[in-house]
């Protein structure tokens, strides 16, 4: 099995910055892709940021510019670094991460991280 587990959430003021982080482990040879969705309340789980394993990156235009997705030196590691936070970046945010497993490719999730951007 795999898990997925998040830090870094918190409460943070309008402009400020935080740092979520992901670490997976469990039984896996490679990562095809890792990265961040979030879930405000009363709205779908939408993505945020994702990287895959050749280096590439794909951002919600919401927060382009403003979050980055790195993978680390870790390749079972995945941080999004937020900054300039707004309040309608309040949501719980989840770390996915997609594991091929002989022909087929299998979705795992995080059980999530609150972040809440006052105003």
């Known amino acids: 099995q795999v898990q997925l587990v998040e830090s870094g959430g918190g409460l943070v003021q309008a402009g400020g910055s935080l740092r979520l982080s992901c670490a997976a482990s469990?039984?896996?040879?490679?990562?095809?892709?890792m990265g961040w969705y979030r879930q405000a309340p009363g709205k779908l789980r939408e993505l945020v940021a994702a990287?895959?394993?050749?280096?590439?990156?794909n951002y919600a235009d919401s927060v382009k510019g403003r979050f980055t997705i790195s993978r680390g030196n870790a390749k079972n590691m995945v941080d999004l670094q937020m900054n300039s936070l707004k309040p309608e970046d309040t949501a719980v945010y989840f770390c996915?991460?997609?594991?091929?497993?002989?022909?087929?490719?299998?979705?795992?999730w995080g059980p999530g991280t609150q972040v809440t951007v006052s105003s």
């Open positions: 469990g039984s896996f040879l490679s990562i095809i892709a």
């Open positions: 996915n991460a997609k594991i091929p497993r002989g022909l087929y490719e299998y979705e795992y």
């Open positions: 990287t895959t394993s050749g280096g590439s990156t």
